[in-house]
């Protein structure tokens, strides 16, 4: 016997992680330099592979673990972000981050030369 309840649930369709995410994230490969700010290291080249407003993925060297800051330096921006999770895939380590913060390279470069600038104002005591 047909039963219409059971027909519908058959044909009901998950929803894909891209759609899941907050943003969609967008395929690419670019070499970044990626430093571990949690552990002061040297800043090193990774593969970005995705990204999107709220984060990316990456393929890198480094021994990252969740939680990490990382700096990631694009060729036109700085992403501050963290390690939300990581996977080992052959030698290298696959790292999805979620981002905190960024600045345009222009607007680094003059904050990094002219640190007064960005500083936040210092108010006069009362």
Request: one cysteine or more; glycine letters at 4%.
């Amino acid at each position: 016997m047909f039963n219409m309840e059971s027909s519908a649930a058959a044909t009901t369709r998950l929803p894909t992680a891209n759609e899941l995410r907050a943003a969609p994230r967008q395929k690419t490969e670019l070499l970044v330099l990626v430093t571990n700010l949690s552990q002061a290291g040297h800043p090193t080249e990774s593969l970005l592979l995705d990204l999107s407003a709220t984060g990316m993925r990456l393929q890198t060297p480094l021994p990252l673990a969740v939680r990490d800051a990382v700096r990631v330096d694009l060729p036109r921006f700085t992403v501050l972000a963290e390690v939300v999770h990581r996977s080992k895939v052959a030698e290298r380590v696959e790292v999805g981050l979620k981002l905190v913060h960024s600045l345009d390279r222009e607007q680094l470069e003059k904050c990094l030369a002219g640190w007064s600038e960005c500083a936040v104002p210092q108010h006069a005591a009362p």
